[in-house]
């Protein structure tokens, strides 16, 4: 049977939104929107959080003793880091066939679109190596120097008719061990993209997401 690790590496300091992984989002703290999504994924055999933050232990130890806690090393700490070099060494500490990480940066993300997402993998090997998780746009897009991207500018095409372009959300990736250690990259040379609706592929970078993914949580659950 086919075993699939759950990886999900918090730093305890984040610049741009002061201790976003731990800060209280709609009545508990960030992190803890994940892996109780995590724990509804049939597919998920472990739970892996690699963490700096004695507030992230302390926190998973109270609410989640079944999860698997890695104190990550202080070579690693730095925020200029590769999360690559993360990865790396949380493989190395637990066995998977395969390993899925996601952030506690995504807790707008779906049990059901996670397990999706393992589902369309696992039928598609060997031809798959991994797979990322990406959001369709349909908007007009240009280079810096002002030449487009993804349209002709002459046609003006509604942009419900533009071919769509597809950005790296950072919400789902899925990877073997091999794949990492082969290419030091979490997406192989035989990745496939899977798309996820946009209402789940919030990614909290700035104060401003912080306050949107909230409010957006907050609905859902009314």
């Not at 990550?72 to 880091?81: N, S």
């Not at 990865?87 to 996670?114: C, G, K, W």
Request: proline share 8%; charged share 25%.
């Amino acid at each position: 049977m086919t075993t699939i690790a759950a990886l999900v590496p918090m730093r305890h300091s984040s610049e741009r939104v002061p201790g976003k992984n731990y800060r209280p989002m709609a009545g508990k703290p960030l992190f803890h929107h994940i892996i109780a999504t995590l724990q509804k994924v049939p597919e998920i055999g472990q739970i892996v959080v690699d963490t700096d933050s004695s507030t992230i232990m302390d926190g998973l130890q109270e609410h989640f003793p079944e999860v698997v806690r890695l104190e990550r090393p202080a070579h690693l700490r730095d925020g200029e880091i590769p999360m690559n070099e993360v990865l790396l060494h949380d493989t190395a500490q637990v066995e998977a066939d395969f390993y899925l990480q996601t952030h506690s940066t995504n807790p707008l993300l779906r049990a059901e679109t996670i397990s999706k997402a393992i589902q369309a993998f696992l039928k598609n090997q060997p031809e798959a190596d991994s797979l990322f998780a990406v959001t369709p746009m349909q908007t007009r897009l240009y280079w810096e120097g002002g030449k487009a991207i993804n349209h002709n500018p002459t046609e003006l095409l509604r942009t419900q008719d533009l071919p769509p372009v597809f950005e790296e959300n950072s919400c789902i990736y899925i990877f073997s061990r091999a794949i990492l250690v082969e290419h030091n990259h979490r997406i192989g040379p035989k990745a496939m993209m899977f798309p996820i609706d946009p209402d789940e592929a919030w990614d909290i970078d700035e104060e401003l997401d912080f306050e949107v993914v909230e409010f957006l949580l907050e609905k859902r659950r009314s």
